[in-house]
């Protein structure tokens, strides 16, 4: 029973809880109509701190094709945090009109402490370079439903694996399926974090290699997963410069995959992947992110109670 929880953690779901939930977004994407009024009298509330188009319209989308209604604020500067309110007086606040919460925070941990402030569920939409659950059950749905399995797959990442928190949800939800084999495509400046390699692919004996060169790995990729080199997490912008087109892949890239190999994104897109592609049957970024509405229509459902 998912009713009154919150998701701060893809780890926060059990395998069969995920199941649940993967479940239930087909059957949505089934039949729509059916399901266009199970949050009729619900708010939504999308309490947003930092800049979103993909996760904060899909919130939205999800929210009112369930029949909800949604309020919230888009920067941090259209909201009282602008005059210093806490997290945990804002959430305080906005429970006594909405009746779940999506949160986006640059500083890890914010929507852990919405959550443990709050009477209504919390789901963390990104926080800092730490997590983005929602986006990796995204990625979970697509996975599943385009190569039919979450098992027995090697999976490449590629660009800021550092910085990237869809990158480390992604890692520790796949690390709890069978046959998993990671190889990890960054620069130096990079690379994934300790606390990853350690407490997650390390400590649960999870198949890896780091590489820097993606031609050299590509060809045996089931799924690459693409990733921008993120301006907004950089100090310094010759770092940025230097790094940012270290990785565009394209058709001559694309010559050496397997012919059933998926692109993945979690948007948005620079430049790391070439416009060319986009045509490619395995580029699969844009189904990703209209995957995303329906796997967060379905959490939405379950937390709310309102799932039949």
Known sequence: MLKGRNLIDPMDLSLLELEEIFDYADEIIKNPKNYAHICDGKILATLFYEPSTRTRLSFEAAMLRLGGEVLGFSEAKSSSASKGESVADTIRTVECYADIAAIRHPKEGAAKV???NSQMPVINAGDGG???PTQTLTDLLTIRNIKGTLSNLTIGICGDLKFGRTVHSLIKAMSRYENIKFVLIAPNELKIPKYIKEEVLEKNNIEFEEVEKLEEVIGELDILYMTRVQKERFFNEEDYIR??????LNKE??????KDMIILHPLPRVNEIAVELDLDPRACYFRQAKYGMYVRMALIAKLLGDDK
Request: charged share 30%; proline share 0%.
């Open 130 to 132: 730490h997590q983005h």
């Open 253 to 258: 890239k694309m010559l050496k995959a397997k």
């Open 114 to 116: 919405a959550a443990m």
């Open 243 to 248: 790094l940012k087109d270290i990785y565009i």
